[in-house]
């Protein structure tokens, strides 16, 4: 049996089958909980939740990270969100898709920013947190589902900070909201970019791999580690 909430809310997400493949490499629900305990008890000013494609609806897993913000924000653990995500795989921006999503379901405009940058997790944690720096939030957390911010978080506390949170979510507590998790309606095409070449086409298998290592973003801006 999986040892963590993956197996409970496996429809959320992925296939059974790769779910123990991937266990080993999520945070567990033990881990998960003392992280969401650690950022109730500090707080963040800002969040950057990761993206994903966007195809006529939105994924469960999207749905998810989208809740669990919200979640979050309605706590006061997190006083704003950073929704990242360029045009990837298709031609919507993710983080506009996911801005539009926010709002349907309840997150004040006002606390909403979009990065439009990033094409793979580790530019979503990176240039996330350059713009939370450029709003001038001090606080800063990446929150995601537990495999997505367990993979991360070298990156995160390598090479970007080691003060720079990590609240991945807590599948006991997303699945208690689960009566309130509605499909809003959105109009798509805000989001909608032309012309548009999917990064498949753009990028060779090797420079996507760069990519997803974080060895695609230039060196000289890599933020020095703060404390």
């Given at each position: 049996m999986?040892?963590?909430?993956f197996?409970?809310?496996?429809?959320?997400?992925?296939?059974?089958?790769?779910?123990?493949?991937?266990?080993?490499?999520?945070?567990?629900?033990?881990?998960?909980?003392?992280?969401?305990?650690?950022?109730?008890?500090?707080?963040?000013?800002?969040?950057?939740?990761?993206?994903?494609?966007?195809?006529?609806?939105?994924?469960?897993?999207?749905?998810?990270?989208?809740?669990?913000?919200?979640?979050?924000?309605?706590?006061?653990?997190?006083?704003?969100?950073?929704?990242?995500?360029?045009?990837?795989?298709?031609?919507?921006?993710?983080?506009?898709?996911?801005a539009?999503?926010?709002?349907?379901?309840?997150?004040?405009?006002?606390?909403?920013?979009?990065?439009?940058?990033?094409?793979?997790?580790?530019?979503?944690?990176?240039?996330?947190?350059?713009?939370?720096?450029?709003?001038?939030?001090?606080?800063?957390?990446?929150?995601?589902?537990?495999?997505?911010?367990?993979?991360?978080?070298?990156?995160?506390?390598?090479?970007?900070?080691?003060?720079?949170?990590?609240?991945?979510?807590?599948?006991?507590?997303?699945?208690?909201?689960?009566?309130?998790?509605?499909?809003?309606?959105?109009?798509?095409?805000?989001?909608e970019?032309?012309?548009?070449?999917?990064?498949?086409?753009?990028?060779?298998?090797?420079?996507?791999?760069?990519?997803?290592?974080?060895?695609?973003?230039?060196?000289?801006?890599?933020?020095?580690?703060?404390y």
């Open positions: 999986l040892k963590n909430g197996q409970r809310i496996s429809a959320w997400a992925l296939p059974v089958w790769l779910l123990a493949t991937l266990d080993s490499c999520s945070f567990s629900s033990r881990a998960s909980r003392q992280l969401l305990y650690q950022a109730r008890q500090k707080g963040y000013d800002v969040i950057i939740v990761p993206g994903g494609p966007f195809d006529s609806a939105w994924s469960r897993v999207i749905k998810a990270r989208m809740y669990w913000s919200k979640y979050l924000f309605d706590q006061g653990i997190a006083r704003n969100i950073i929704f990242s995500g360029a045009a990837v795989y298709t031609p919507y921006v993710e983080s506009r898709i996911m539009l999503y926010g709002e349907a379901i309840g997150i004040p405009k006002d606390h909403i920013f979009l990065e439009t940058r990033a094409e793979h997790s580790t530019e979503n944690a990176f240039y996330g947190y350059q713009k939370a720096k450029e709003l001038h939030f001090q606080r800063i957390a990446l929150a995601s589902d537990p495999f997505q911010a367990r993979l991360l978080k070298r990156f995160v506390r390598k090479k970007i900070s080691p003060s720079m949170g990590l609240i991945p979510i807590v599948w006991d507590t997303l699945r208690s909201l689960e009566s309130q998790m509605t499909d809003p309606a959105i109009d798509a095409r805000q989001a970019i032309e012309p548009f070449v999917p990064i498949t086409r753009r990028q060779s298998i090797w420079k996507r791999l760069k990519g997803t290592l974080g060895w695609n973003i230039d060196r000289h801006r890599l933020p020095k580690p703060t």
